[in-house]
């Protein structure tokens, strides 16, 4: 994590101009998510798609889109759901950003926890 890093979140969190969705994206950027899925979070914030409109609307191949889908629904930021039609199908969207900075927070605060447990186990040995 780099001091640049730090400094560039710090600048964004203290404009109170930006929207909550520049925030969150700013957030992810920090935590290492790629910017098609940031992307993707915010196109399916919009409304639900398929796959083959997130492939359009992503520009990319589709087992790139499924790749990011699934990093996103595995980290609880998109939802899904069965839409009936000549075959089972997904339709996915996002979670709201209030939603979405729970999670981060969470996953913020268990990281802290976890190296709180290392400097203590660390501490012993000194």
Do not use: C
């Amino acid at each position: 994590m780099s001091i640049d890093r730090l400094a560039r979140l710090e600048k964004v969190l203290k404009e109170k101009k930006r929207a909550p969705t520049e925030v969150l994206s700013t957030v992810l950027k920090f935590l290492d998510f790629k910017d098609a899925e940031i992307r993707l979070y915010k196109i399916l914030l919009k409304r639900e798609m398929m796959m083959d409109e997130i492939v359009q609307n992503l520009n990319a191949s589709e087992r790139s889109a499924r790749e990011h889908i699934k990093t996103l629904y595995k980290k609880g930021f998109v939802k899904r759901k069965v839409v009936i039609g000549e075959r089972l199908k997904y339709a996915y969207y996002s979670v709201s950003p209030e939603t979405a900075w729970k999670i981060v927070k969470r996953g913020v605060n268990n990281a802290l926890k976890d190296v709180d447990k290392i400097l203590k186990n660390v501490s012993v040995f000194l």
